[in-house]
């Protein structure tokens, strides 16, 4: 574990190392904002233990981390834009539907732990009403991403049963992935907007395209006129409103079923013709925000995400704080 903190610690001091400023258009600028975001996953909000059991995810906007090294492979938009620049830090784990067996489940889903660091950059233009996030992700999948130790733990805290089949989750093994992902507002009212969303992945850890779209209702600020908490006049008053999201998923390559690129010695998996290649879902939820402070709290379903499973939800909780 000490060897890959020290890993993703290099990765991103490296990151920063500035190689000159990153060349922004004189109309375009960099947010000042500057805020930490919380994002936390669990399906204890939805009374299961599998598949997606828990997942966290930090990111921290600063101005600057515009003094990259990494940013020539982070484009945003040439003209009118607000960029925003940060460093983000995510662990996912997956486990069976049942813990009570040491041996593999055929059928089920493999235990899986995936922890990484990234770089990335937002790229908001409002008056086109239209978004850019690009991001560069750094880790490792397998034991000293600490799945295990964090679920049994909790486990032996809260129940008695102990999971006993991680010794059979995926091999240690290199996550260097690429996302871009494009909104775009087409309906933009006060009180009522629609964005239509796209996303693709490309690396070691998913191979995957993603379409869907976006529906917000209440007191709110444009989706592209900020990114975090408190970043002006408007967003500083008592801000609420819902939210819904739908998409369909092209599934190319998931680390997480089939295992990584480099170690193919893993104990068990999902075979390439039992994965499902395409992947269902939306979420809906409701956002309080006040000043520096916004809070999220929202419910995701998906399909099976390869043959033999069954559907999944799990809760989402957000925490933001501006500094």
Known sequence: MKTLLLFLVLFNLSATISFGQDSLSRHNKVSAVRFISHDYDNDVFTNTDYYYTQGV??????????????????????????????????????????????????????????LYSGRFRVSNDELHHQRMKTEIDLGLTGHCALCDDEQKAIHRALVDQQPLGWGTQIRQDLILNYSIAYDKGVVNTKYVQCVLQGKVDVGSLYDRAIA??????????????????????????????????????????????QGGLFDRNNV????????????????YGIVFSYRKLSLQYALVHITPEFSSGRVHAWGHINISVAF
């Not at 209440?218 to 002006?232: A, I, R, V």
């Open 57 to 114: 995810r930090y990111e921290l906007v600063f101005p600057y981390l515009q003094n990259s090294s990494v940013h020539f492979v982070l484009p945003g938009f040439r003209h009118l834009s607000v960029n925003y620049y940060g460093v983000t830090w995510e662990q996912k784990c997956y486990t069976p539907t049942s813990l009570k067996s040491d041996t593999v489940l055929r059928g089920d889903r493999p235990y899986a732990s995936v």
């Open 268 to 283: 068990y998996v999902i075979s390439d013709k039992n994965v499902e290649r395409l992947v269902y879902g939306y979420q």
């Open 212 to 257: 869907g779209g976006m529906i917000r209702a209440g007191k709110m600020c444009s989706y592209f006129s900020l990114y975090g908490p408190g970043e002006n006049e408007a967003s500083k008053k008592v801000l609420c409103y819902g939210f819904i999201k739908g998409w369909v998923q092209g599934v190319g390559y998931d680390a997480t079923l």
